[in-house]
């Protein structure tokens, strides 16, 4: 074995600039988005000059598109504080690619996106709200295309009570966005009229009123994970202290109890990638059993995280540079989660940094 250690096939490695998994599919489907946004809002002034527009903004320009590729949507809307978020952020751990405030408008031009992916969009979630004020009168022009051009799409709408929703505003200090110089329940009365036709079509209407986060994000697992468990992904981090701690790691591990390869001076130039140095790290009293436990722990953690909706986790591992032990036992963590069918990235923030 060489100083630069053979990746396990499965274990996704990554600089710590590197965009996280699908982020840079989503940049480029949002940069779509936001083009077909502007020229959206060309059509719309110069429809107010009196001028004839055509938008072009139909399923149809994606002819020869098999029907197997155009991908499945579901729109989330409903009542401002209800729990749309986490809705959104639900559908998106398990897999769904989310897009937040989408004019109405351009929900066929997403979908055309997503058909010709290549597969890589499978399922679309758009969150339609009052927030697109002057957009929410074409949902209805909207929905009847997809209908004609035979999208499978669903509604989910998510309900709550006035007091309920009251007491959520209050505790943000945040005004309804449709109250205007009016009270809170103003705007929600206003809301409500606005929404009643969309909650009268919606596939799945959810009341938040008396629900927690994570109660509502198991109503959205029971209704979209399917028969298959949602997915656990993990960030492996190796990290030095003397740098500073990650600021986004929810576990933290400190290998300083065991002896530096910094002061092996054939070891010193080497990384923790280094088979030697790994050798060296892992020969040490405790080190295998340590492994071994924080492996078992990981797996209690995992169906904790699962069971409470936390689909994301991130480990981070640290020694004092984070170039030799933090490196090493990083590796052999991310191994250990792989082989238990975990998705797992492995990040080196520090190394070669000193």
Known sequence: MTEHEQEEPSVRRTAHTEKPHGEAREDHARREAEDHAQQESAVEAAQEDGEQVSTGTTIETAAGVPEAAIPELVIISGMSGAGRSTAAKCLEDLGWFVVDNLPPALIPTMVELGARSQGNVARIAVVVDVRGRRFFDNLRESLADLEAKQVTRRIVFLESSDDALVRRFESVRRPHPLQGDGRIVDGIAAERELLRELRGDADLVIDTSSLNVHELRAKMDAQFAGEEEPELRATVMSFGFKYGLPVDADLVVDM??????????????????????????????????????????????????RREGKRYVTIAVGCTGGKHRSVATSEKLAARLVAEGVETVVVHRDMGRE
């Open 256 to 305: 300083r109890f065991l002896p530096n390869p910094h002061w092996v001076p054939e070891l010193r130039q080497y990384t923790g990638l280094n088979e030697e140095v790994s050798a060296y790290v892992f020969n040490q009293p405790g080190a295998k059993e340590f492994l071994d436990r924080y492996a078992e722990l990981l797996r209690l953690i995992q169906t904790g995280y």
